[in-house]
Every structure is written in C-alpha cells, then in structure tokens.
C-alpha cells in the first residue's frame, strides 16, 4: 500500500497522530527503517484525496526501491491531475526537511505514476530490477522552493 500510512487504523486517531509523529522524530521505528513525515491532500471539505510519505534519508533498499517519496491518491480521485499536484508540493515539503536531491520511484507497469513524476521535473536514473523480475523505475529531482 503506497503510501504505507493508509494501512493504517485510524479508529484511534490519537494512536496513529502520536505514532506519525514518533516516526517523523525516529522514535520506536522497526528494524530498517527511516525518519519519515507523513502529509495529506484534502479538499475544501476536509476529504482526504491522497497521502503522501517523505523519507527523510535512503537505506540501501530505499536507494534501489523505495525512493524518498511515496504517494498514492484515493482511486475514485485519480486521472485529475492530483497526483502531480502532490508530488510538487511534497518536494517543496522535502527541501524544508533538507533534501535537495529526491529519488522518486515507480513500477515500470505503473505508466500514470511515471508520467507524474517526469511531470515534476524527473529525470530517469538506471531501472532497478527486483528478485521477482519486478522493474523498478527510478528518477531524480531536485526539490523546490515554494
């Protein structure tokens, strides 16, 4: 589930605001994981229509699969053009954080994700291949300011 915030069970909201924001501060993170600030896009009636994860910095495996940002938009929003809405005001989100250079990524199947991030100023870096054949399209860009 990209991005993985929305596995989360929100019917304790006051437990998952406290968790993002021990996540956001490196506090009790799993084995492997990175500082991450979690942001959301909703609309004039306060209904979320999309979240997106900034990782703070990369490990090996976010280096080769999972990039700096991940995003997703609620199904019943998407092809309107909030994807790339999104991931610009993430990179404007990840230059406060004080990453300059950020590694987008997307699944070679996933055409719309790829043309958000080209969109956004990607530029294409190699392809990283999984164990299960899966492709991995990896781009950079450079973070904005406001």
């Known amino acids: ?25 490196g506090i009790g993170l799993p084995e492997g994981w990175v500082s991450d600030s979690t942001f959301w896009l909703v609309n004039d009636y306060d209904r979320v229509l999309g979240a997106v994860n900034i990782r703070h910095r990369l490990t090996e495996q976010l280096f080769n699969a999972g990039g700096h940002i991940g995003y997703g938009i ?17 990179l404007i989100e990840a230059k406060k954080l004080g990453v300059k250079d950020v590694l987008v990524v997307c699944d070679a199947s996933n ?3 790829e043309k958000t991030i080209v969109k956004n100023g990607g530029k294409p870096d ?3 291949i ?8 990896r781009y950079w860009i450079k973070s904005v300011c406001e």
Do not use: C, H, Y
């Open 1 to 25: 589930m990209v991005p993985w915030v929305i596995s989360k069970d929100p019917s304790d909201f006051q437990g998952m605001l406290k968790s993002l924001s021990d996540s956001e501060k």
């Open 74 to 90: 609620r199904p019943s929003e998407r092809q309107k053009g909030l994807a790339t809405i999104l991931l610009k005001l993430s």
């Open 111 to 113: 055409i719309g994700s």
């Open 126 to 128: 190699s392809d990283f």
């Open 130 to 137: 999984e164990e299960d054949g899966n492709v991995i399209k």
